[in-house]
């Protein structure tokens, strides 16, 4: 800053320099577009082919000859069929009953424990969020074998019940965590402004705490959706039956059967079990981007 | 009936810190008073402590008579409006002031009519369906108070209701708030750091300082007769300049001994009040207002001081000029059409009749 | 100077007020109702987490029967899962692809989720919402399902990601027969899954470093890549370290890509801890050998969950 003469002389080297930055601005947004292009191309291939599959029948899927990324006869058979399954609508109908329970009773606790953790200071509350947060670490793989067991000993193996009552294992730690959080994030002069006002513990909650962190509670029970849609380990282990398996490993067990698969409806299977939690992330998608990112930047 | 009164009052946070160490306070029916003093004194947590949102570790809170001390805020009959206005952000302004009288389980028609006069009060009427978050500051400020009015409350408290606001608009709703006062006539804690909000709103501001309180009182007499230095030097601005002088005998009257030789005769109303402190050595407490340019007529009570500034700042109705005495700085309140110029020699006179005179060892006024 | 006492109005006592008593019966009442509150979470991670840890690793000391311990050579008696495991090959195997499918997989989803959030970060902010929803599919279909797909997509005979490799030249691979390309395929797998997670998790923390650092880092003259390495890296490091530990978890825990894709095969040479225990422990029924060999996922869990709980504390005191 000292020389004028320098930082005049400078000058036509800034604006040649600007010049060359809009250029390789140009040429990193090219880059960046062809990178995402092929990534999605990648990416979206899975789903994309599983589609394609189901809307083709059996006989053009065993022709060996021609491209398979072409369906030349589609049908809607495969999805017919399979909702006119009585089996595939009690899969769907036990995983809708499995999902809604778990769901509800995930809230109810996290939000509850949330709140306690979170506005009123008392023994323990530290070690129990830190617990909170190592036990949403445990994976469920680790743990399903004495689960097992437990779940026996109750006579729940083989009843969606018994699903019921361990799949909060997978879903309460995060989402407590992820309340926590948010409830977190309200000033403190709120609450006091409620009691001020004439409110009770559970009025607080109620009336001031939930409306206001209700986009986190949307993000938590997306969360507390998908995984319990989406949970396998523990169906696979307790279930035995088709009666009382959910979309998840009914789609993978019983669809996939003999040496003659029947490709075009397991794959329109999978895509009708894969449908809820992807309508789910259209619509909300903000929420359940929120409530991924949460669990790090949040905590 | 809604006296506060707060008996040895004392609040030790956990980890020792001692906020509040003993404080007695008696505020009267309808009364504003101003808890001022400098950040970390322990105002909020006083404030707090009135609210119930705090428990006090020792003494006793009175409201209206009632000993409070253990009784949850939203049985004491206070209303509070905070310096971020914490104002529910998922409720409209109507709801948000109709909280209160809601869990109350007032009848729907008389929160209606609350709501609404106290809407009209506060000239709010057209806001009553929009979110907080729709809402500019000094709007939600009014909400904010508007939760306080619609509760009829024994006491508001305020917590630097204002601090959040530019100063064009803080000017303004301090204008707002002591008229809302005026209306409703209750009895109103009022904690600011800003001694203009002070003097302005108070019928008796009080001065805190390390959790203890200086001084009490009206804010004229704390203008006029501060107790100690500390609430000389805090309330007024520019602050009171305090120069290190000697107090000398000098038959029958007497005289202050400043540096370079100044010499400052005491005038002679207060020989008798100062004259225990003759020879010892005092700090000269003037206030830059009274340390001006040459002009005033009545020079009854003057004494004349010649100085070098240092620093000029012009402020468009006045002139500040500053100096050094001795290493001391001292400031003069000068007419903006006085010429003064750095380093040429300025004659002022000090206005004798408005010193103040300190104990350097007690810091207590004389 | 303080307050005249002769203002004082009289003190009644409110009504009831034993003053300690009053206190401590507030502070108990909420602390009751605090407790009340976390019940139900502490009966979930006491009696469905904590108690079966416990159980798991009484289990794993049963033998076959669970009529008592199960006997062992050279480790102390009730050990005797531990030293069959340790002398079996097929364990070691199972322990040994476990590291190789959690470590690359890990590495190859954090370069590309790292690429990919770039990549997304520096096109219009316009497109970025549709462009991200795209990116994330993989991740919102839950993985046994989507792995069915990928399942269809290596069929031997069929296989239509042969087709394309004809189609440009390549010759064709045996996705799930031979060794290393089944390894190689569960991979791929996991990677497809998880890398969107890593972008999603680096883009939020891309987008809050302060813009004004890049602009200073550009003022000060640094390139771009000085830029990504003085600026983007250090700004992000704590965020990468988390992500990176919690993926490194769940992957070497996977289970549902292994068994949907391969179901171990061939000849056993793809399990994972995960699939070897359900093997062991649930189709063989083993009980007590399948929680010995899900507990040995247990140290390298714990050492991940150590860091990761420091890494997120040591953020939390950061944002303060
Ligand atoms: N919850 C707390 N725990 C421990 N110490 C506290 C707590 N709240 C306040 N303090 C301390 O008590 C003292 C008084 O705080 P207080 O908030 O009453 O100050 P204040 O006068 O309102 O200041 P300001 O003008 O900055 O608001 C300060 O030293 C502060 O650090
Ligand atoms: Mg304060």
Excluded at chain 1, 207 to 220: D, E, M, R, S
Excluded at chain 3, 142 to 171: C, E, H, K, R
Excluded at chain 3, 198 to 223: H, R, T, W
Excluded at chain 3, 284 to 304: D, H, Q
Aim: aromatic share 10%; with cysteine.
């Amino acid at each position: 800053m000292s020389a004028t003469p320098t930082s005049r002389r400078d000058l036509p080297g800034i604006y040649s320099k600007a010049g060359s930055l809009r250029a390789e601005r140009r040429w990193a947004l090219i880059w960046a577009y062809i990178s995402l292009i092929i990534s999605a191309a990648i990416l979206l291939m899975p789903p994309v082919y599983m589609l394609i599959t189901s809307f083709k029948t059996s006989r053009e899927i065993a022709d060996q000859n021609g491209n398979p990324w072409i369906v030349r006869d589609p049908t809607l058979g495969n999805y017919w069929a399979l909702i006119a399954d009585p089996m595939f609508q009690g899969f769907f109908f036990n995983s809708v009953i499995i999902t809604l329970v778990v769901v509800v009773l995930t809230m109810v606790i996290s939000i509850l424990a949330a709140f306690a953790l979170s506005r009123m200071r008392f023994w323990g509350s530290q070690v129990l969020a830190t617990g909170v947060f190592l036990t949403y670490l445990v994976p469920d793989t680790l743990l399903f074998i004495p689960l097992y067991q437990i779940v026996g000993g109750l006579g729940l193996l083989n009843s969606i019940w018994g699903l019921i009552l361990v799949y909060p294992t997978l879903t309460v730690p995060f989402c407590t965590w992820i309340m926590i959080g948010y409830f977190a994030s309200i000033p403190k002069e709120l609450d006091e402004a409620a009691l001020i006002d004439g409110a009770t513990w559970p009025q607080m909650l109620m009336k001031i705490f939930i409306p206001v962190a209700l986009p986190g509670i949307i993000a938590a029970t997306i969360f507390a959706f998908t995984v319990s849609w989406a949970a396998f380990v523990y169906p696979t282990a307790f279930i035995t039956t088709p009666d009382q398996m959910p979309l998840t490993i009914g789609v993978v067990s019983q669809l996939v059967r003999g040496d003659t698969f029947a490709w075009g409806q397991i794959m329109a299977g999978a895509l009708l079990a894969a449908l809820p939690p992807v309508i789910v992330y259209a619509f909300l998608m903000d929420y359940y981007i929120a409530g991924l990112t949460a669990g790090a930047t949040k905590g | 009936m809604a006296q506060v009164s707060l008996r040895k009052i004392v609040k030790a946070y956990e980890g020792g810190v001692q906020a509040v160490k003993g404080i007695d306070l008696e505020i009267a029916d309808h009364e504003f008073v101003v808890l001022v003093g400098p950040s970390g004194c322990g105002k909020s947590t006083t404030l707090r402590m009135i609210a119930g949102l705090e428990e006090i570790t020792s003494g006793d809170i009175a409201i209206g008579g009632t000993l409070v001390n253990d009784i949850p805020p939203r049985d004491r009959d206070i209303a509070m409006v905070f310096q971020n206005y914490a104002l529910y952000p998922h409720m409209s302004v109507y709801d948000n002031m109709a909280f209160g009288l809601m869990l109350r389980k007032f009848p729907k028609a008389e929160i209606d009519r609350r709501v609404k006069e106290a809407a009209r009060i506060l000239d709010i009427t057209p806001l009553l369906e929009r979110k907080p978050k729709a809402l500019s500051g000094g709007q939600r400020q009014r909400v904010a108070m508007g939760r306080a009015i619609v509760r009829d409350p024994k006491v508001f408290l305020f917590d630097e209701p204002l601090s959040n606001l530019d100063a064009k608009l803080r000017v303004q709703m301090r204008t707002e708030i002591k008229k809302v006062h005026q209306t409703v006539n209750t009895t109103t804690v009022y904690v600011t750091h800003d001694q203009v909000e002070a003097m302005t709103l108070a019928d008796r501001v009080v001065v805190m300082n390390h959790g203890i309180i200086e001084q009490v009182g009206p804010p004229q007499e704390l203008y006029h007769h501060p107790a100690t230095k500390f609430v000389a030097g805090f309330i007024g601005s520019p602050s009171m300049n305090f120069i290190p002088a000697r107090l000398e005998q000098a038959s029958g009257a007497l005289r202050l001994h400043l540096p370079h030789d100044i010499v400052l005769n005491v005038p002679a109303a207060r020989t008798a009040l100062y004259q225990p402190h003759a020879g010892k050595d005092v700090l000269f407490g003037i206030r830059p207002e009274h340390l001006t340019d040459d002009k005033a007529t009545d020079k009854a009570n003057t004494a004349p001081i010649t100085l070098k500034p240092d620093v000029i700042e012009p402020m468009g109705m006045e002139t500040l000029v500053h100096f050094k005495l001795n290493g001391t700085e001292v400031s003069a309140r000068l007419d903006p059409a006085t010429p003064a110029a750095v380093g040429a020699p300025l004659s002022l006179i000090a206005h004798m009749d408005q010193m103040h005179l300190i104990d350097p060892t007690t810091d207590k006024v004389l | 100077m303080a307050a005249d006492a002769s203002m004082a109005p009289p003190m009644t006592p409110a009504p009831g007020s034993g003053r300690a008593s009053t206190l401590q019966r507030l502070a108990r009442r909420r602390s009751s109702i605090a407790v009340l509150m976390t019940t139900p979470l502490l009966v979930v991670l006491l009696g469905l987490v904590a108690y079966p840890a416990g159980y798991g690793i009484y289990l794993s000391t049963l033998n076959r029967r669970m009529t008592g311990f199960m006997e062992a050579e050279w480790l102390p008696n009730g050990l005797g899962n531990f030293e069959i495991l340790f002398e079996s090959e097929t364990f070691w195997a199972v322990a040994l692809q476990s590291c190789i499918f959690a470590i690359t997989a890990v590495i190859l989803k954090a370069l590309i989720g790292f690429w990919l959030a770039h990549m997304l970060n520096d096109i219009p902010a316009k497109g970025q919402r549709k462009w991200r929803g795209m990116l994330l599919i993989p991740w919102v279909i839950p993985p046994a399902l989507s792995t069915l797909g990928w399942w269809w997509m290596f069929d031997p005979s069929y296989s239509s990601i042969n087709w394309l490799f004809q189609v440009v030249g390549i010759a064709e691979v045996p996705w799930l027969g031979e060794k290393w390309w089944a390894r190689l395929s569960i991979i791929i797998v996991n990677v497809w899954y998880g890398a969107p997670f890593f972008m999603i998790m680096y883009l939020a923390a891309l987008k809050s470093v302060p813009e004004q650092l890049y602009e200073a880092a550009a003022i000060d003259g640094a390139s771009s890549w000085q830029r990504l390495r003085y600026v983007t890296l250090p700004m992000m490091a704590n965020i990468i370290s988390i992500t990176v530990l919690f993926s490194l978890i769940v992957t070497f825990s996977n289970y549902d890509i292994v068994r949907v894709l391969t179901n171990g095969g061939p000849r056993d040479l793809t399990h994972v801890f995960a699939s070897y225990a359900f093997q062991v422990g649930i189709l063989s029924g083993n009980i007590p050998r399948g929680a010995a060999v899900s507990l040995f996922m247990f140290p390298i869990l714990a050492i991940c969950a150590f860091f990761v709980l420091r890494g997120v504390t040591r953020r939390n005191k950061e944002q303060m």
